[in-house]
């Protein structure tokens, strides 16, 4: 059977979507009033965090993750994050509004609700809606911020950056090929030109993309020559081979003038 028939993104979302609803199925509960930065969060909304997660609407759960974890109690904040969390992910994915996620992403990590320490169960279920997720990004036919963005967020929470860009060497079939073309291009020109950073993730280290690029040369190969009027796929060889050669950027730079150049790969 093809594979595509086996593993369409969209089902793998939904079945890992059904595996985040069974693991918090039953939401944990506080032990005590929510307490929070009532100069940011009014006590009546306060009040709504901590009762019936499916009657916090849409705009207090978007106002709850996009506040920085200092404006919680500390041993709280990972308690209501478990307690949206499915919420929380249908907001990143497919349906919600198609915003960078990435801020709010991060706000998993050690220096916020620490998916880390979650229940093994629960973990588990997040990391492969995560996977799910990214997987969506690079084959849905989008632009590849939506997938950069995704994968600042989860290299933030899981603290490093490997592993996302393993599941996404891993992912094979056509609109894989596509995604991973679409990548390579955008992220070449970014690191081309000096623009590649995390915005959210301050222990992010660009080289670590200009490192691991390289590996997706073959796959770019194959699809520039099955798709030879693609420019997508030339730009992304040009740029691989400006990135590993340490050339002059193969295009102008909009808003300057004169030529850039960029260190080699390490």
Do not use: N
């Not at 996302?164 to 070449?188: K, S, Y």
Request: hydrophobic share 40%.
């Amino acid at each position: 059977m093809p594979a595509s028939l086996v593993l369409d993104p969209y089902v793998t979302w939904r079945q890992a979507l059904a595996g985040v609803d069974a693991a918090f199925a039953d939401p944990p509960v506080l032990d005590r009033p929510v307490d929070g930065c009532t100069h940011c969060t009014p006590e009546s909304e306060l009040v709504l965090l901590g009762g019936d997660p499916a009657r916090v609407s849409d705009d207090l759960l978007g106002h709850f993750m996009r506040e920085p974890a200092s404006h919680w109690e500390d041993d709280q904040y990972p308690v209501l994050w478990r307690r949206f969390v499915p919420r929380a992910l249908r907001l990143w994915g497919p349906d919600g509004d198609g915003t960078d996620p990435s801020y709010e992403i991060g706000r998993l990590g050690p220096d916020g609700a620490r998916l880390a320490d979650w229940p093994v169960a629960e973990r588990g279920a997040v990391e492969r809606a995560f996977r799910a997720l990214l997987t969506l990004a690079v084959t849905d036919g989008g632009p590849h911020g939506r997938c950069t963005g995704l994968i600042e967020g989860m290299a933030q929470v899981t603290g490093a950056l490997d592993p996302w860009l393993d599941h996404l060497q891993g992912l094979t079939g056509p609109e894989a090929d596509a995604g991973l073309v679409r990548l390579a291009a955008g992220w070449t020109v970014e690191l081309l030109r000096g623009e590649l950073e995390f915005t959210w993730w301050y222990d992010g280290d660009p080289h670590l993309v200009a490192d691991w690029l390289p590996v997706l040369r073959p796959r770019v190969t194959a699809f520039a020559a099955r798709h030879p009027r693609c420019k997508t796929a030339s730009d992304a060889l040009a740029g691989l081979d400006a990135l590993e050669s340490g050339a002059v950027i193969p295009w102008p730079h909009p808003y300057a003038d004169g030529v850039i150049r960029v260190l080699p790969v390490r």
